[in-house]
């Protein structure tokens, strides 16, 4: 017998009830009536969490829920959806499966995800394997928040993830949990028992150009580089101002680069602000990348995550990609989800999300960091499968 049981299920039907109930359905049926013990659910930005929280409980009664909003959602066999309910159930005799809320995301991030990673935690007496993170990704530093969810959870304890969208309207996220549905919060399901698991994670963007140097920053908005507005950057380099072009930003504390995109160019100040905060003084470079080369790296992380899987073959897989990579991907977008049927083979149960900022390792195993236009691979299995 497989020791761990995950099914997906999907729906794209306008009502939430009618979608909650259509993609539980599906998602049961895949469990060969092994009982869930949990659920992830990845949600379009105009479904009514309020009403697919309550349908989820009178359905599935006592089943612990945790998801989140995002920039499209992603489901096998289906591939890349928008405005629809993905609901991925876990089941296992053996592995423990709870989820936990922490609120505040933004003025207290170690307070938030302390608080989430105690919530899971308390509900199992079993040694925690892997986290699946989605904090809230409109205000808090995505990194503060991986530092909070490693001080709770230890350095190198795996996280993997991804920030909560709202399909590039900036204009507000939704995270769940169980009956709780709210903003600015950090939501996690902890698996916890002899799971295994291996990532992968790739970009496919290479820096343009020198480096320059930021010289007038606050936050998330730089208002000079070299001295000069932060807008003449883009104007010499690309002559372009848009979010396919994100920033390289080089950091002596993580190998290579951190990319974060823009999503505001202000004409008159010549400031630029971008999804994540960048301090003064870093070394920057304008990134691009084609949309071959975005699609490419997706195969390079799911052939990472593969070569690094214990098991002959992985019973699920979870992935995280940018929504700055959907941007430019655009018609194009399925060849991510793509790459795991062409490189593993064989349909087995996937369920991602395009987000705003990824969390995962920057290899097959390591600390977990915050990413950005990056594509995250999530093999999983049990350790009591061969």
């Known amino acids: 017998m497989n020791m761990l049981k995950i099914a997906t299920g999907a729906s794209e039907e306008t009502d939430t009830?009618?979608?909650?109930?259509e993609a539980l359905e599906i998602a049961l049926a895949?469990?060969?009536?092994?009982?869930?013990?949990?659920?992830?659910?990845?949600?379009?930005?105009?479904?009514?969490?309020e009403a697919l929280t309550k349908a989820f409980a009178e359905t599935l009664p006592g089943v612990e829920?945790?998801?989140?909003?995002?920039?499209?959602?992603?489901a096998g066999p289906d591939g890349f959806l928008e405005d629809s309910v993905v609901i991925t159930l876990f089941g296992s005799d053996d592995i423990d499966f709870t989820v936990g809320i922490g609120h505040g995301a933004s003025s207290d991030p170690?307070?938030?995800?302390?608080t989430a990673v105690a919530d899971a935690q308390s509900k199992t007496d079993k040694t925690s394997a892997l986290c699946v993170a989605m904090p809230e990704g409109i205000g808090p530093n995505i990194s503060e928040i991986v530092g909070g969810l490693r001080a709770a959870l230890g350095e190198d304890f795996p996280i993997v993830g991804g920030a909560s969208g709202d399909q590039m309207r900036f204009q507000g996220t939704k995270q769940f949990c169980n009956a709780v549905a709210t903003s600015d919060a950090v939501v996690v399901l902890i698996m916890s028992g002899p799971l295994v698991y291996s990532c992968g994670v790739a970009t496919g963007y290479v820096p343009l150009g020198n480096r320059h140097r930021v010289t007038k920053s606050e936050g998330s908005t730089i208002h000079e580089?070299?001295?000069?507005?932060?807008i003449n950057l883009y104007k010499e380099y690309v002559q372009a101002q848009s979010v396919h072009f994100p920033l390289a930003v080089h950091s002596p504390e993580r190998e290579g680069f951190l990319l974060s995109s823009p999503h505001f160019f202000n004409e008159e100040t010549g400031a630029v602000t971008f999804v994540n905060p960048i301090e003064a003084d870093k070394e920057v470079q304008i990134a691009t990348a084609s949309r071959d080369e975005i699609v490419v790296a997706a195969r390079t992380a799911v052939e990472t995550a593969f070569k690094g899987f214990p098991n002959k073959k992985p019973d699920a897989a979870l992935f995280f990609s940018c929504a700055g990579r959907r941007a430019v991907l655009g018609t194009r977008t399925k060849e991510e989800y793509e790459s795991f049927e062409s490189i593993i083979g064989d349909a087995f149960p996937t369920a991602g999300f395009y987000t705003y900022g990824e969390i995962g390792p920057a290899g097959n195993k390591g600390k977990s960091l915050q990413h950005t236009n990056a594509f995250l691979a999530v093999l999983l299995g049990s350790a009591s499968a061969s």
């Open 30 to 49: 895949g469990m060969d009536g092994i009982k869930p013990q949990a659920a992830l659910a990845f949600v379009g930005i105009d479904v009514d969490v």
């Open 65 to 74: 829920l945790a998801g989140c909003t995002t920039d499209g959602e992603v």
């Open 17 to 21: 009830t009618e979608a909650v109930e």
């Open 110 to 114: 170690k307070g938030a995800t302390a």
């Open 225 to 230: 580089i070299d001295g000069s507005p932060a």
